[in-house]
């Protein structure tokens, strides 16, 4: 059983190359893995990497490299890449031997032939990059992939202390530097890859996922770029960085639109969301035992129910399909409702040019047809607009209340308001009043 289990892990990197198939498993059942498996990958092919670190510095060791870097003249490296050394009169090439007597080394900035050496040597410095000579090919190393464009001392005794050290490092320690650079490298193209894979998802495939299961589809779509990297430490070939970022991306891309096409297929036909061809089986299973009245069916499996069984889980599955579509729709509606502008080419007349109030002309109304304006009735306008862009509450707390304190001579049977106002004196003059009655003064 562990051995089974063993096997089944092993064969995940295999998986990640040549089935498509093995992505829905990543995506559905090995959620907050990828980072692990990335590191672990990383992990294991640094192994067979690290021997051949392990002979190519057993190999310079031999030269006495580090006997030798200490005789190279004081030098320096300018902001443009550029080697020079520090003092002028030491600019002439020369060659420096081990005490083997063997030309291990050539000090040739102009990179120009040297007297008296018939030989080629392991190493070249010039003043653009160090150049090794293998037995697989030349390999160049410019100046700025070592210490950038800031400038710096190239300091010989320091350069040699370093590769002695370099040369005494074990096993382990050297595994552990190649994973944690494989691993960095990896990682960083993971984090452009899963960015990528999600809008490309959500712009052309139409199909929405997390950075976080991009992330970890991308974690094992990274599986050959990994060996790629590896294949460098054998052979004398080289792979850019964009090109090991591309890889992982078009893995996922090419998993999205399947899954897009398999869950189209589910809708189209339960039979086939039910059945053992689909890699989604296993979620439209569980789904299909919801019954209508929200009760869970706890019976067999779907190919052991007879034929009354089965098609009670598909109508299950139907309704489900279904009802997912309405809630859909009715976003949609609530969306278009709660902003009325989103859509307008479904407005009336929205392929018509407007005229020259901005208005939209009426296809019914005569001023129209004449290329007059047309009629805008402003309370329409405010009546519909309300009716689009508020609830019923604001609609309430909008509409015109009745005032209580308003006087309504209709409605109004009291005699002190059918008085005859007409003889009332002018501004400012005093009323006279009769016997009884007092003397007024009207504003």
């Not at 010039?126 to 300091?155: C, K, M, R």
């Not at 090109?243 to 891309?253: D, E, F, K, R, S």
């Not at 009336?348 to 939209?360: F, I, K, L, V």
Request: net charge negative; proline share 5%; hydrophobic share 35%.
């Amino acid at each position: 059983m562990q051995f089974d289990k063993t096997l089944k892990y092993l064969s995940y990197p295999f998986k990640a190359i040549v089935s498509r198939r093995f992505y829905f498993e990543v995506m559905s059942e090995m959620a907050g893995v990828g980072i692990t498996y990335l590191f672990l990958l990383c992990a294991a092919i640094a192994l067979p990497a690290t021997y051949q670190v392990k002979a190519a510095l057993a190999t310079l060791q031999s030269y006495e490299l580090s006997t030798v870097v200490g005789k190279i003249p004081p030098s320096y490296i300018d902001t443009k890449g550029v080697l020079s050394p520090t003092n002028p009169d030491d600019a002439a090439a020369k060659v420096i031997y081990n005490s083997k007597g063997q030309a291990i080394l050539a000090y040739n900035l102009e990179n120009g032939p040297i007297d008296g050496l018939n030989e080629s040597v392991p190493i070249t410095i010039t003043s653009h990059a160090a150049i090794l000579n293998t037995h697989d090919g030349t390999v160049t190393v410019p100046w700025t992939s070592v210490y950038g464009n800031a400038g710096s001392q190239f300091e010989p005794l320091e350069m040699a202390r370093a590769l002695e050290q370099a040369f005494n490092s074990s096993y382990y320690t050297v595994w552990l530097m190649v994973t944690l650079w494989m691993f960095s490298m990896l990682a960083f193209i993971v984090l452009i890859a899963g960015a990528a894979t999600k809008a490309i998802g959500s712009i052309f495939v139409k199909t929405k996922v997390s950075y976080a299961t991009a992330l970890r589809l991308s974690s094992y779509g990274a599986t050959l770029a990994a060996f790629l990297m590896l294949s460098q430490f054998f052979f004398n070939i080289s792979f850019s960085y964009l090109m090991l970022a591309g890889i992982p991306i078009c893995y996922t891309v090419s998993f999205l639109v399947q899954l897009r096409k398999v869950i189209e297929m589910c809708i189209a036909d339960p039979k086939f969301a039910l059945s053992a061809r689909n890699p989604l089986r296993q979620f439209y299973e569980s789904q299909s035992r919801v019954r209508e009245d929200n009760t869970i069916d706890h019976g067999p499996a779907y190919e052991d129910l007879d034929e009354a069984g089965r098609f009670e889980r598909e109508e299950n599955l139907r309704r489900i399909f279904k009802r997912n579509a309405d809630n859909i729709r009715m976003n949609m509606m609530h969306q278009q409702h709660n902003n009325p502008y989103q859509n307008q080419s479904q407005w009336p007349n929205s392929d018509e040019q407007r005229n020259d109030n901005g208005m939209w002309p009426n296809a019914n109304d005569e001023n129209s047809k004449n290329n007059e304006p047309s009629s805008f009735n402003e309370q329409q306008d405010s009546n519909a607009t309300d009716n689009q862009a508020k609830s019923n509450d604001e609609r309430k707390d909008n509409e015109v209340k009745p005032n209580p304190y308003a006087y309504n001579a209709k409605d109004d049977d009291d005699s002190i308001f059918n008085d005859n106002f007409d003889d009332l004196p002018e501004r400012g003059e005093v009323k006279k009043g009769g016997e009884g009655k007092d003397s007024s003064f009207t504003p």
